[in-house]
């Protein structure tokens, strides 16, 4: 019979030892309760100043949910931390020092935060593992001009000596390259605002339509979004059945038709992590920044038509950026491929980019008195978008034609063109006018402008200015 201590020292042993079992309370339990595996998420986190994660005063910042110990610093010496990425196994991270003017440079760092080293000149675009022996290998743009890149090649992640072009066709913008698992086609902006699906191998690309953030998946075939300019939607692509649609992603509580950042799909194509709310005033919120932006993860329906659950993964003092999640894909009772259709019954073709519906348009001719004008940014604040429509409230006075029964409505003008203000975009309040109008979302052309609102949470429906067109 063994003593009480030698049963003390097995018991220590096989909890010392054996597979430690996740936390089931505390930090990180509730991450991993919303993914059912265990989940691991990097990011990089600043004073809220610096929500585009473009300066040098950034710390790497990590999540385990199945340690216990919460949101940890991985590297807190303060300088760029641009886009991290986690590896397959998620043991390591990717990322690149990023500032302009300035050339960029990636690095890898152990999870816990050791073995820091340069990998190469150039940035790390996006990670994707061989299916044939299982490594890691860096996709790295070369060449800069501002945010774009004229090449980009790849390397196994411990051979960057090995390097091979994978495209020089077109310009490659920074944001959501991403590779599909057969390494044949990438989601990008070839280049921005540009969205669609290259070819690696027939050197093209398809494009279809103009945002940002695009992010790719595999599900069937490879399903593709691009960010709209309000910073609040994507519209997704099924590539193989060639069909569209809209999925709002700034409905988490606490949001209130805030703007969102950072959308990007995890490795599991029913989840996806983003960064928000975007609320702190100012002509463009998103670049307004705050310490109260975290970490959210979403869960998409089965059929990916809309956001079914939310999670606000982090909640700390500072302003979070660039998330990127790892979830064990051997251990979560989600499947990666549905069993029904993609998409909802009311996906269009996507062989062109949504246009004017003119079924749904629903054309009004108003008179109306300017409530509360919009707020018109410097031109170098929207900045790389060089077009921005600014959302003002009217009190309508007299419905001239169309049906409308709301006393204000809420209509997007132009305000800034080529890099301009316009002359005639700053109104005064109390002004009348008699406008033309149609839905904002029959406007599909409008999809990759920058759309500005100081009234994020009103439940009135969007019109856009077409008097004189």
Request: glycine residues 12%; contains cysteine; aromatic residues 10%.
């Amino acid at each position: 019979m063994l003593r009480l201590g030698a049963i003390a020292s097995v018991l220590l042993l096989a909890i010392g030892c054996g597979d430690r079992s996740p936390a089931t309370d505390g930090p990180g339990a509730e991450v991993r309760k919303f993914t059912g595996a265990h989940t691991r998420i990097v990011w990089a986190q600043g004073d809220g100043t610096d929500p585009a994660a473009e300066g040098n005063q950034l710390i790497l910042m990590g999540l385990d949910s199945d340690d216990g110990k919460g949101e940890r610093i991985i590297l807190g010496d303060r300088r760029s931390y641009h886009k991290p990425k986690l590896t397959s196994r998620a043991d390591r991270i990717v990322f690149s020092s990023f500032m302009i003017p300035g050339p960029s440079e990636t690095f890898i760092v152990n999870w816990d935060g050791t073995g820091l080293r340069k990998l190469a000149d150039g940035f790390a675009l996006t990670l994707w593992q061989n299916p044939v022996d299982g490594q890691d290998w860096v996709y790295l743009g070369t060449d800069p001009v501002k945010y774009d890149f004229k090449t980009v090649s790849r390397f196994p992640i411990d051979a960057p000596e090995n390097r091979e072009l994978v495209w020089d066709t077109t310009m490659v913008s920074m944001e959501g390259f991403e590779v599909t698992p057969d390494g044949r086609h990438a989601g990008g902006m070839f280049p921005w605002p540009g969205a669609g699906i290259a070819d690696l191998r027939n050197k093209t690309w398809q494009k279809f339509g103009e945002g940002c953030f695009t992010s790719l998946t595999k599900v069937r075939g490879p399903v593709f979004w691009y960010f709209d300019g309000a910073h609040r939607n994507v519209t997704m692509i099924d590539a193989d059945a060639r069909t569209r649609w809209m999925v709002n992603l700034n409905n988490a509580p606490g949001f209130d038709g805030a703007e969102v950042s950072h959308p990007r799909w995890t490795n599991h194509p029913r989840f996806l992590a983003m960064t928000g709310p975007y609320n702190q005033g100012g002509a463009n919120q998103s670049r307004t920044g705050g310490k109260q932006t975290e970490v959210y993860l979403g869960r998409f329906s089965e059929d990916l038509s809309r956001v079914e659950a939310w999670l606000r993964a982090t909640n700390n003092g500072g302003g979070d950026a660039d998330p990127d999640v790892w979830i064990d894909l051997d251990k979560i009772g989600y499947p990666t491929r549905p069993a029904g259709r993609i998409g909802p019954a009311t996906a269009t073709a996507s062989s062109t980019p949504a246009g004017r519906n003119s079924e749904s348009a629903g054309r009004l001719v108003l008179n109306v008195r300017l409530a509360r004008p919009g707020t018109i940014p410097p031109p170098e604040s929207i900045l790389p978008y060089r077009n921005g429509l600014v959302v003002s409230e009217f009190e309508v006075m007299d419905v001239i034609q169309g049906s409308y029964s709301d006393k204000e409505i809420r209509i997007a003008q132009w305000a800034i063109r080529d890099g301009k203000v316009l002359a005639d975009a700053r109104k005064t309040a109390g002004s009348a006018f008699t406008l033309s109008v149609e839905r904002y979302d029959a406007h599909g052309e409008l999809e990759g402008e920058r759309l500005l609102s100081n009234s994020e949470a009103s439940k009135l429906p969007l019109y856009y200015d077409v008097t004189g067109r």
